[in-house]
């Protein structure tokens, strides 16, 4: 069964003071991770798609990497308006409609 | 461009009531979905289509009838509404298997 686990369920950062989430999965055969913002309220905006170990993609202050076993995504000198939650999702390469399995997120607050 | 429009976005029902939850998307996307989010929990995928007259059950879907009639909408039934079904329910699409899903905004469903 694909597992999708992420840390910490809750983070609260000074405005400007770089962090990590991570993202830490169990796939059978991974054909794309995906992160995603969730404000309250509103439903999940996609930003990043990664499909292999070692592949970067950068957006902003947000930066995505991923290895076989996890995927981090990286604030850089973090803003208030960066406060939101932030729920990563794999996608199996296997079967028709290829599943998506979705973690149940980390809520970023970040302090002016 | 609406995207992804789901309504209503409130609604309190009694249990053992019916209702629909209507989700409509304007990007031609054949690929849709049905996904209930819950506290402590990711999204879990009720019911999915991946094109008009074509849909299948996902890991939830009991309780649940969905129809795909047109490559628009893709409304979700509740049958008989329970206390358990008490949740945020988001309709998504994507154009292709491979690529992310645009989400809408939610439904926010109380049974009493």
């Known amino acids: 069964e694909d597992q999708v686990t992420q840390s910490p369920e809750a983070l609260r950062l000074q405005e400007g003071e770089s962090s990590s989430l991570n993202c830490s999965y169990t796939?059978?055969?991974?054909?794309?991770l995906f992160w995603y913002r969730q404000d309250p309220g509103k439903g999940p905006e996609f930003l990043f798609t990664?499909?292999?170990a070692g592949e970067e993609k950068e957006k902003e202050r947000l930066k995505a990497t991923l290895t076989k076993k996890e995927s981090f995504l990286h604030i850089t000198a973090p803003k208030p308006e960066d406060s939101a939650t932030y729920l990563c999702a794999v996608q199996a390469a296997s079967g028709g409609y290829q599943k998506v399995t979705f973690g149940i997120g980390t809520k970023l607050q970040v302090i002016p | 461009n609406a995207g992804v429009t789901q309504t209503p976005k409130f609604q309190v029902l009694k249990t053992g009531q019916s209702m629909t939850l209507q989700c409509a998307q304007d990007m031609n996307h054949e690929y849709m979905s049905w996904y209930r989010q819950d506290p402590g929990m990711g999204l879990r995928l009720i019911h999915y289509s991946v094109g008009a007259g074509i849909t299948d059950q996902g890991e939830v879907p009991n309780g649940y009838n969905v129809s795909r009639s047109t490559t628009e909408d893709f409304p979700l039934r509740l049958l008989s509404a329970a206390p358990s079904q008490t949740s945020v329910y988001f309709c998504a699409s994507r154009a292709e298997v491979h690529q992310p899903q645009h989400f809408g905004d939610g439904t926010r469903l109380s049974i009493l």
């Open positions: 796939v059978s055969g991974l054909r794309g």
């Open positions: 990664l499909y292999s």
